[in-house]
């Protein structure tokens, strides 16, 4: 188990509310090595929150709305929030159901006792992510076996078992996104020196991995992304040390390798005003970055459509902070082009993944 490590690293939001108590408390905090940030409003905690990502937040019950579906998103980003009052009520209450993973420091507030809170939020997280980190490797595990049988069932080896070109440079890949209850990620196939698969040939390994990964999950997802371009990458490095697990084989006259990329955020796509629109989540987007289809804001006060960035346009990362400065978390994206936003978000992805190779 990792060992848990507090003060200097450690970045708490304090809001401040009525309690004459907290001013001494930040004075404490300060003193046993975290990063105090004090505020004395809820849109500076939330403005904070959004860009700098502490690692704790402790909230006066007064100044939190009962109920925020926008702000309890949110808060959910971080390690802790913990609220604090001189007295509980029964907001507070109807807080703590409304917002998982909340935790209630009692009165009488004193700088021991939020210390000790922190250490519990933190032994808390350590043991989440202790055992997120076991599971996370056996169903890695699972996922290569997976594909390795798909693989040696359709993959047809060249003369002599030996592929004649081999996997070097390349800047053109084959991805599948799979989406299943115990692990999301993407397929990258790199065929030759950016050989195109044939569609058939897809679509029967599409299959076939559908086939195997239902053997474990009912109802699992594999949508085929298609031909992403990517920076041009030394294919099997960059796998090796970027990918949760790569499998070479050949297939007929080529080396064909698949790696599999694990991603914890998946696309959420939920009903929108309009029958004909999705509503996406903005985690989903990077800044500054081309988007190849319309985004769209709702205005429910008039119930209006808003056009913010057109196809082919550019999400500024500005544009994106002051939305959700201003308690906007989501876009709406007209349906027919979520395969789009899909394609979008691969691309990103891999293209993080290629970046973070050759920083390193």
């Not at 046993?32 to 937040?57: C, M, N, S, W």
């Not at 047809?156 to 996997?167: C, D």
């Not at 800047?171 to 599948?176: E, F, L, M, Q």
């Not at 989540?281 to 008039?302: A, C, M």
Request: hydrophobic share 40%; proline share 4%; glycine share 6%.
């Amino acid at each position: 188990m990792s060992q848990v490590v507090l003060g200097s690293s450690q970045k708490v939001l304090l809001l401040r509310g009525d309690s004459p108590q907290m001013a001494g408390i930040e004075v404490f905090l300060r003193g046993r090595g975290y990063t105090v940030i004090v505020v004395l409003t809820l849109a500076e905690a939330v403005q904070f929150i959004t860009h700098e990502k502490p690692d704790y937040a402790l909230l006066p019950t007064e100044l939190v709305p009962s109920r925020s579906a926008w702000l309890f998103g949110i808060l959910g980003q971080l390690t802790g929030v913990i609220l604090y009052a001189s007295r509980f009520s029964a907001k507070t209450l109807l807080i703590t159901r409304e917002l998982k993973g909340i935790y209630l420091l009692e009165p009488p507030l004193d700088p021991t006792g939020v210390e000790q809170m922190l250490r519990r939020v933190q032994r808390d997280h350590q043991k989440q992510t202790d055992e997120a980190s076991r599971l996370n490797h056996a169903n890695v595990v699972i996922m290569s076996t997976l594909a390795e049988l798909a693989l040696n069932k359709v993959c047809v080896p060249g003369r002599n078992g030996v592929g004649a070109e081999t996997v070097r440079q390349v800047n053109r890949v084959s991805c599948y996104h799979v989406r299943t209850k115990l692990i999301s990620g993407y397929f990258v196939l790199a065929y030759g020196q950016s050989r195109s698969l044939d569609p058939s040939w897809s679509a029967r390994l599409q299959a076939e991995l559908r086939s195997y990964i239902a053997s474990i999950d009912e109802e699992p997802t594999l949508d085929s992304l298609h031909d992403i371009a990517i920076e041009e990458v030394e294919f099997n490095r960059w796998t090796k040390e970027q990918a949760d697990f790569m499998r070479s084989t050949t297939h007929e006259e080529a080396e064909l390798v698949v790696a599999f990329f694990k991603d914890k955020t998946e696309l959420s796509a939920q009903d929108s005003a309009k029958v004909d629109f999705s509503e996406v989540s903005l985690d989903h987007f990077q800044g500054d970055t081309k988007v190849d289809f319309e985004v769209y804001i709702y205005l429910p006060q008039n119930a209006r459509f808003i056009l913010y960035t057109p196809s082919g346009g550019t999400l500024y990362a500005s544009q994106k902070n002051k939305l959700m400065a201003e308690g906007i978390n989501s876009v709406h994206i007209p349906k027919r082009s979520l395969d789009i936003v899909r394609r979008n978000r691969a691309n990103n992805f891999l293209a993080e993944r290629t970046a973070d190779f050759r920083q390193n």
